[in-house]
């Protein structure tokens, strides 16, 4: 029976056995019996993070330590509102610091990131902050919503999501649609930085 870790660009956490490529934490959220509570996370400094490094190895979800979430690619960790691990991944967190002053000013460090994100991941009630956008002006990486199903955004097309992989490229739809990244991401997004693909993206 999967366990539920596993991360949607919805920002639902679901039992799914599809691991995924990249790793999360935002604390502590099950119990003793692996099973999550209602919180959705402890804590504002949500990361994406390798599944390997430095050969540290660990039990999925053990009691009282953060439990592992995880993401099909980094595209959709971004969607659920996480950035870059600096610890793990180090050159690509500078790299995405480096976008992120650019389009949002200078920050003192990750915390301060964190913050301004945390501002337009969630509600109090846990509900995914989403905006609305013209489909043809959203950045590579994007994920919008249509029919109900998550899509992502490439450079000629864009492409439905499912926790294994991405379905056939569509065409970019016209006039305004609901955007699942936020706002302060998908700005990040149009500056440049280019998230790491499922390579089922194309």
Request: proline fraction near 9%; aromatic fraction near 8%; charge should be positive.
């Amino acid at each position: 029976m999967p366990l539920q870790n596993r991360v949607l660009p919805t920002g639902e956490i679901v039992a799914n056995p599809a691991r995924g490529f990249f790793m999360g934490n935002r604390g502590i959220l099950h119990d003793d019996d692996r099973q999550l509570g209602t919180a959705r996370w402890r804590h504002q400094n949500w990361v994406c993070c390798v599944l390997d490094f430095k050969g540290r190895r660990r039990p999925v979800m053990k009691p009282g330590a953060y439990t592992e979430l995880f993401f099909l690619d980094e595209a959709v960790a971004l969607a659920a509102g996480h950035r870059p691990c600096a610890e793990c991944r180090r050159a690509v967190y500078l790299r995405f610091r480096a976008v992120w002053e650019a389009v949002h000013g200078p920050v003192a460090n990750a915390a301060a990131i964190d913050r301004h994100l945390h501002r337009h991941r969630v509600t109090r009630t846990r509900n995914q902050i989403r905006q609305t956008a013209p489909a043809g002006s959203l950045p590579p990486g994007t994920f919008m919503m249509l029919d109900d199903v998550p899509h992502l955004v490439t450079p000629d097309a864009v492409r439905p999501y499912a926790p294994s992989g991405y379905g056939s490229p569509r065409q970019t739809p016209r006039g305004m649609v609901e955007v699942l990244t936020p706002k302060p991401i998908v700005a990040v997004l149009g500056a440049g930085f280019r998230p790491i693909l499922h390579h089922s993206a194309g």
